[in-house]
């Protein structure tokens, strides 16, 4: 299945990626094993992608962990919002 991620704010600048087309293994449907996945990029990945630190949408709709991905979703993965 490929998708296309967007990586915005920090996880943009600390994976020095901006964006990318993945073709995922399809032992991955949800959003969660997706963030799994990209951890096992390495020690960044794993630091910049856990789910306390990263607010993800799929087709510009916030998402939680168990939202189902389907094949050519634009995943965007941000740091939370802070206001004030």
């Known amino acids: 299945m490929k998708i296309k991620i967007l990586y915005f704010g920090r996880p943009s600048e600390k ?8 073709d995922l293994p399809q032992n991955i449907a ?7 996945w990209l951890r096992t990029r390495g020690e960044v990945w794993t630091q910049e992608l856990t789910e306390a630190r ?3 949408a799929i087709n510009q709709e916030f998402s ?5 991905i389907k094949e050519h ?3 965007a993965l941000f740091s939370p919002i802070s206001g004030g």
């Not at 939680?64 to 189902?68: E, M």
């Open 15 to 22: 994976l020095q990626l901006s964006e990318e087309m993945v």
């Open 54 to 56: 990263i607010k993800c």
């Open 73 to 75: 979703d634009e995943i």
């Open 30 to 36: 949800t959003l969660g094993e997706l963030l799994a």
């Open 64 to 68: 939680g962990s168990s939202a189902k």
